[in-house]
């Protein structure tokens, strides 16, 4: 299950605003990761976004290819870091990954970071509410 399908992305205007106005979030960098919890009946467990600054990254090719990164990182880390400890079926978890960092780092950076943050993502998680 590597794939990164339509149904995984977060593309509601109605859900980014719930997910930014009563979501929690944290930091750490370079990412900043919000989260919220809501009753859906969907086929996958999670929906993300993931959004690079443009005010910071004014060229469009900057910000593509962190996006880039950070979503391929992501499509190879989500089923052991977060589906698989999100079994309760009813349940939707909205998470945006926006990425704050002042440079362009290498992959292997990125991945390290995008790792510790998906970690500390579980243990924030595990005592939640569905709002």
Do not use: W
């Not at 939707?92 to 943050?117: C, D, M, P, R, V």
């Amino acid at each position: 299950m590597k794939t990164f399908s339509k149904e995984e992305r977060l593309c509601s205007r109605k859900s980014l605003d719930l997910l930014f106005k009563n979501g929690s979030s944290f930091l750490l960098y370079p990412y900043r990761v919000s989260y919220l919890f809501i009753e859906a009946k969907e086929d996958f467990p999670v929906q993300v976004v993931i959004n690079v600054s443009k005010k910071r990254y004014k060229r469009a090719v900057d910000r593509n290819l962190i996006k880039r990164r950070t979503r391929e990182i992501y499509r190879l880390q989500k089923q052991t870091e977060l589906y698989d400890i999100l079994d309760r079926p009813g349940e939707l978890l909205l998470l945006s990954l926006q990425f704050i960092g002042k440079q362009k780092y290498e992959h292997l950076f990125l991945e390290k970071k995008l790792n510790a943050a998906l970690k500390k993502l579980q243990t924030n998680i595990g005592t939640h509410e569905i709002s």
